[in-house]
């Protein structure tokens, strides 16, 4: 299961109703993944009851301001809190010197991992798609390796493998039983496709590459103009409209889409919501959350 909360849904400047991109991924395994980190970040967490020194990795997708300055507050917060093990921070080019002058700034006493373009752990990548933006910026696929499927307890049985270790076939790891490896496969179902992808967009135009990444499962794309704005218009800032992401989401059809970045100058999203009836495309207010469910 994955858990989305979209802390921000505003873009470049903040509403009393919008805050800046920030959005919170919890996975399967209790990871908690943060894509960008507008200002406030740190007390929307609070907001829903995580605290800012659970998080484990942040990617941040450029360096314009609305994307970054939640990030010194939240360091700051960590450090407060007594935050001893490592964070990763995955950014574009220069995220090292980011991360070295925030944590030096703020006198943490955790190290800052700065990972430049993308970040591998176990069964999570978090990869770095150059987007189409005016200044350098990543649009972020992760991709979780689900390992096999669910268990053939009769199976299990017969090759005698103790209830101990079922939990280490589940996650993937061959055990040794009675002096024989027992693979994860040997008790497992296949799964159809093992792998769940979450794209994350940050701000960009429309970007082939995203559409050549195959199978999507969860798509965050930005929407920062919606059927007012011509569609050239938003592209030469590096943004996208409602218009456009219907079309990105026609051709990739991933199995959910939800849209951020809604410029200030909209009160309501009814320009939005209009031209996504009948696509499972979610149109979110501040705060709201996604929850999908994994096999």
Not at 169 to 186: A, F, I, M, Q, S
Not at 199 to 219: Q, W
Not at 223 to 230: H, I, M, Y
Not at 261 to 283: A, I, K, P
């Amino acid at each position: 299961m994955l858990v989305i909360t979209v802390l921000g849904t505003g873009g470049a400047v903040p509403t009393p109703r919008r805050w800046l991109p920030s959005v919170l991924v919890e996975d399967r395994k209790g990871r908690r993944i943060l894509l960008d980190v507008g200002e406030g970040a740190q007390y929307r967490l609070m907001e829903i009851g995580v605290s800012p020194s659970s998080l484990d990795i942040i990617a941040i997708t450029h360096f314009h301001g609305d994307h970054l300055f939640g990030l010194p507050g939240l360091l700051s917060t960590m450090k407060m809190g007594s935050r001893k093990r490592d964070l990763v921070l995955v950014g574009p080019p220069g995220i090292e010197e980011v991360a070295g002058g925030l944590a030096r700034y703020v006198g943490a006493e955790f190290a800052v991992r700065a990972h430049v373009g993308g970040f591998r752990e176990g069964d999570l990548e978090v990869q770095c798609v150059e987007a189409v933006h005016t200044s350098y910026s990543c649009s972020y696929v992760l991709r979780w390796d689900l390992g096999p499927g669910r268990l053939k307890p009769e199976r299990a049985r017969e090759l005698g493998v103790p209830v101990t270790l079922l939990k280490e076939l589940k996650l993937g790891r061959p055990v040794e039983v009675g002096g024989r490896v027992v693979l994860p496969e040997d008790v497992l179902e296949p799964r159809a496709d093992r792998h769940l992808t979450l794209v994350y967009s940050g701000d960009t135009a429309p970007n082939e590459k995203l559409l050549g990444l195959g199978k999507v499962d969860i798509l965050i794309h930005e929407a920062t103009f919606a059927d007012d704005v011509a569609r050239q218009d938003a592209h030469r800032e590096g943004h996208s409209t409602v218009l456009d992401v219907v079309d990105i989401v026609d051709k990739l059809r991933p199995r959910v889409a939800v849209l951020v970045h809604f410029s200030s100058r909209y009160r309501d999203l009814e320009r939005y919501v209009r031209h996504v009836r009948g696509r499972n495309v979610v149109v979110p207010e501040d705060l709201d959350q996604i929850v999908y469910l994994v096999d």
